[in-house]
């Protein structure tokens, strides 16, 4: 009989599960490594919790550990319609910041699909995007040279996600770049629904001489589990309204340039 068999570490593994699922319910993540330490067992046996887990609807099996499936994003075309004036103005003001022959990174996402619009009579513009409906609007755009970043292509979100996307990231020299996000938090935190979609928004920052969140008012206060890695390096945040007075003192304290549609 092997170790992981014995009535000891049977009896031992429900209550791994249960420091687990307590775990992911506070941070919204966890890792293989930290498990092993925290429980002094080998990786393997935290790979077959995170499994068993997994398999039971509990959980789900991300690189590198396991995330919480308690909060998830509604799909891109029930987002379509929500806001959509505000989405518009975010757009436009984005837009703005954009010039002939710019290379330019945009995220996936029902703001970003705006901007997208916005940008079709930019000219010489090289546009990076997972984003399926992006890559196929502006493929038309004068002079415009579209690069699909790689990797798994996300139903929901109708864009390629994961480690392969992450890596095209860091390949391209990006002079802006526009990123969306879950919520908003009122401790002006900007924050997203999987640890996936987070360090991937983290990479876009990472790779852009200047990079801005859209952030719609749906968005503030909304509380989403995992926070952005260095959310606070990007350049700011353009909204299509004044957030609450806390927020806004929230952002200027971490630096991050908050931006109203429509105001000069």
Request: proline share 4%; glycine share 10%.
């Amino acid at each position: 009989m092997t170790a992981a068999a014995t009535p000891q570490a049977r009896s031992l593994a429900p209550r791994r599960h249960a420091e687990i699922l307590r775990r992911i319910a506070a941070d919204g993540s966890v890792g293989v490594s930290e498990l092993a330490d925290f429980f002094d067992v080998s990786r393997e046996t935290i790979r077959r919790d995170l499994k068993l887990l997994a398999d039971r609807g509990r959980v789900d099996i991300v690189h590198g550990g396991a995330e919480g499936r308690q909060a998830s994003e509604p799909a891109l075309d029930r987002r379509a319609s929500e806001n959509a004036e505000g989405k518009s103005a975010i757009a436009h003001t984005a837009a703005g910041l954009v010039e002939d022959g710019m290379v330019v990174l945009l995220d996936s996402g029902t703001t970003t699909l705006a901007l997208a619009h916005a940008l079709v009579d930019k000219r010489g513009l090289t546009i990076c995007t997972g984003s399926l409906a992006i890559a196929l609007l502006l493929c038309r755009a004068p002079e415009a040279r579209i690069h699909m970043l790689g990797g798994e292509i996300d139903p929901r979100e109708e864009a390629t996600t994961g480690i392969d996307a992450i890596e095209a990231i860091s390949r391209f020299r990006v002079d802006v770049a526009f990123i969306g996000g879950g919520g908003l938090s009122p401790d002006g935190e900007i924050t997203d629904y999987s640890r996936a979609g987070a360090e991937q928004r983290a990479h876009m920052i990472a790779a852009a001489s200047r990079a801005f969140f859209l952030v719609d008012q749906t968005k503030f206060g909304r509380l989403t589990p995992i926070r952005i890695p260095h959310f606070q390096t990007a350049s700011g945040v353009i909204v299509d309204a004044p957030p609450p007075l806390s927020i806004i003192e929230h952002l200027a304290r971490k630096g991050l340039r908050l931006i109203v549609a429509g105001e000069t």
